[in-house]
């Protein structure tokens, strides 16, 4: 590889040692600049409250109060559910000892309630953001969209 | 009984030495090139973790630490132990900060579709209150910035 016998009748040596030197240097570089850790996201919202837009055309009976699901946390690590609207006008509040029981229970609430598509995340003032994370990556297989209350 | 030392020519053969650094060289570039160069954290801030997750939209970055909070590597709001300053936003400390909020709508003009991106990722801290992030979302959605990319560090 590094002898090289060209058409002239010359022999030379391809001197690798600076190469090797580069690739050290190189190497170590990319060594200590990498970042080892994957890292990766979870899509959510932001849920703000504001004015509703008003109707384009008169409806002509009553619409169907949109179906929500809250889910208060508590720094304790208890959980309040909140279920309200849909056709039956509903009105649930559900406390919640755990984050087990949390899964399941929405879970049930999801099976009872197919229309249910979003879930409202919010929490006491001094909750870490972690715990938050902890529900959303939970919530994720079981409702399509999160949003955390930012208002 | 004493054996007579040899005399060998001892050569290194860097040319298989050569052939594995190209291959490292190759495998580094590589990883370095596929972790997405926009997802990557100040150094202050303890990410929290997560098994789901998905890959990351190329967007503005907004960063939350324990001094403050920074966009796209700017610092742009000093906090105190990740709480604002009551200046900043008044107590109860959960309302909307106003020189975040400028920064934001003045950043929202520099993205190539203005009208139509509405996301950003939110490097933030692990031990970030839920009363500073409510006032960032808060400033965040005023801003139009409505999608959420909540970064994470993946749990194998």
Not at chain 1, 83 to 98: C, D, F, Y
Not at chain 2, 7 to 26: E, R
Request: aromatic letters at 6%.
């Amino acid at each position: 590889m590094s002898s090289v016998d060209s058409g002239s009748g010359q022999d030379f040596d391809l001197n690798i040692a600076p190469i090797i030197d580069c690739f050290t240097v190189l190497i170590t570089y990319l060594l200590v600049s990498a970042s080892f850790l994957s890292l990766s996201v979870l899509e959510a919202g932001v849920a703000a409250s504001g004015e509703m837009a008003p109707p384009v055309a008169e409806p002509a009976k009553p619409p169907e109060p949109p179906l929500t699901l809250e889910i208060f946390m508590k720094q304790s690590g208890e959980y309040n559910i909140k279920v309200t609207g849909g056709r039956q006008n509903l009105n649930w509040s559900i406390p919640i000892k755990n984050r087990v029981a949390l899964s399941a229970q929405i879970r049930g609430i999801v099976r009872r309630l197919p229309k249910l598509k979003e879930a409202n995340l919010s929490a006491e003032p001094t909750l870490h953001y972690n715990e938050m994370i902890k529900i959303i990556e939970d919530l994720k297989p079981i409702i399509p969209k999160v949003f955390i209350a930012g208002v | 009984m004493k054996r007579p030392p040899v005399q060998q020519d001892m050569a290194l053969q860097i040319t298989s030495m050569a052939d594995i650094f190209m291959i490292l060289l190759v495998f580094l570039l590589k990883s370095y090139s596929s972790s997405v160069s926009t997802l990557s954290a100040s150094g202050s801030i303890s990410l929290p973790s997560s098994q789901a997750g998905g890959l990351a939209k190329e967007t503005l970055k907004l960063e939350i630490f324990s001094e403050g909070i920074s966009i796209d590597q700017k610092p742009i709001v000093p906090l105190r132990h990740f709480a604002f300053d009551p200046k900043e936003v008044p107590p109860p400390g959960t309302g909307r900060s106003e020189s975040l909020y400028r920064v934001l709508v003045e950043q929202r003009k520099h993205l190539p579709e203005p009208n139509l991106d509405s996301n950003l990722l939110l490097f933030a801290d692990q031990n970030v209150p839920y009363s500073t992030l409510q006032s960032v979302l808060a400033s965040a959605a005023s801003a139009g910035f409505v999608d959420l990319q909540l970064v994470v560090v993946k749990e194998e």
